[in-house]
Structures are given as structure tokens and as C-alpha cells.
């Protein structure tokens, strides 16, 4: 089955303290794999878009990350505007669409 | 420049009754999609719009919703005797063609009572 797992769940953070979330996917093929921001009551804020397998792309205290099976999303020294929740998703070609297939989330809250 | 815009931000309607839910994307994208998210889920595909077409409406759940965008820019997702099940965060998204990374409004927030 075509599915995106993203971890962890939940994560807090201290001011300063880097870290990284996961998103890893089943199926080969990847047509691109995008990272996007959501705060609450928001819809969900364009990152990152990666197609290829050793792809980097850097934003401020964000670098994304692409292996063949997985995504990294590294935050380095984050600061409490940084809490919110991170989606990945993968799209593939299906038809004359090409869909996303979304993973639930990582939600970030990082203390000051 | 401005972002996708939707309109209301919040719709409180009773079951039954119709509702129509607007999106105005970004000036010039011609890729348009409808989705809605319920708490704690990822965004959940309704409708894919490339110009004036429904290229794929695979994700509407039943006949009840429809989505029009006659003019190849604004669009309006239609839900016919709405149940509480409906109640969701209806997202729209636009981008400059498909496969190009997808820019969300904000969000309509639908509260079937």
C-alpha cells in the first residue's frame, strides 16, 4: 500500500536543541517528495520540494534531506516560532492527476 | 503578491441544508485542488481542477459535493444536504501546473450541527 509514515508523532524541544524528523515512504518511484509547514488554523505553508535520492535543500535553521526510502528534516538551534506541525508528502502519478499522498504529521513544540 | 484566498474562514450550517464554500487561487496558476482535513490527519484529496476541467474528481466522497471553476480561476466546492460528517476544514490549493508545489489558502472550517 502507497502510505507515508512520519516520525516522531510529537516533539518538544528546548530552545537550542537541534533535532530531526522523519518521513518514510513505501512505494518506489518517487515523483517528489515535499515538506510543508501548518500552524494552527492555518492551511499548510509550502518548505521544501525534493525529486532525487542525495537532494539537500536549506531555509534558515531548516535542511531537507532525501535517501531513496526516507526524508530528513533537520532543525538546527530552533526557536519558538518553529513549533508547529510538519507534513510531508510524496506525489505520484495516478491518471491525468499527479496526487499527494500525506503523511499525519510531526507536530514541533520547542520551549524557550 | 497575494496568496490563495477562501471564503467564509467558518461555516456553521445545519444537516441538511446546502452549502457553497469559494477559492480564489494565486493569479495565473492554472492547477486547482480541493481538500479537506479533519484534526490530527494530513490533507485528504477531493478534487483536482487543470483550467476549467475536472481532471480528477476521484476524492469526492458522494454525488452530494460538486466543484465548478468556470472561468479557470475561481472556484466554488458545493455540498448538497450536508450531514454532520461533513464537518471538516475544507483546504484549497493552487499551483502553476500540476506536479508544481501546491500553495494553501487557509482554510474553510465547516460545522454541520
Known amino acids: 500500500e502507497d502510505q507515508v509514515t512520519q516520525s516522531p508523532e510529537a516533539l518538544r524541544l528546548q530552545e537550542g536543541e537541534s533535532s530531526s524528523l522523519n518521513c518514510s515512504y513505501t512505494?518506489?518511484?518517487?515523483?517528489?517528495l515535499f515538506w510543508y509547514r501548518q500552524d494552527p488554523g492555518k492551511g499548510p505553508e509550502f518548505l521544501f520540494t525534493l525529486y532525487s535520492a542525495g537532494e539537500e535543500k536549506e531555509k534558515e535553521r531548516l535542511k531537507a534531506t532525501l535517501t531513496k526510502k526516507e526524508s530528513f528534516l533537520h532543525i538546527t538551534a530552533p526557536k519558538p516560532e518553529d513549533s508547529a506541525t510538519y507534513l510531508c508528502a510524496r506525489l505520484r502519478d495516478a491518471g491525468n492527476n499527479r496526487k499527494l499522498i500525506w503523511g499525519l504529521g510531526t507536530s514541533l513544540a520547542v520551549n524557550p | 503578491g497575494a496568496g490563495v484566498s477562501q471564503t467564509p474562514s467558518n461555516k456553521v450550517t445545519e444537516k441538511g441544508k446546502y452549502v457553497e464554500l469559494r477559492c480564489d487561487p494565486i493569479s495565473g496558476h492554472t492547477a486547482l485542488y480541493w481538500y479537506r482535513q479533519s484534526l490530527g490527519q494530513g490533507p485528504e484529496f477531493l478534487i483536482y481542477f487543470q483550467g476549467t476541467g475536472a481532471a480528477d474528481d476521484s476524492g469526492l466522497p458522494n454525488d452530494r459535493f460538486f466543484a465548478v471553476r468556470p472561468e479557470g480561476s475561481v472556484s466554488t466546492l458545493k455540498i448538497q444536504r450536508t450531514e454532520r460528517g461533513d464537518s471538516a476544514v475544507y483546504l484549497c490549493?493552487?499551483?502553476?501546473?500540476?506536479?508544481?508545489?501546491?500553495?494553501f489558502g487557509n482554510g474553510t472550517r465547516l460545522t454541520v450541527t
Open positions: 490549493a493552487s499551483g502553476e501546473n500540476r506536479g508544481s508545489p501546491l500553495h
Open positions: 512505494v518506489s518511484g518517487l515523483r517528489g
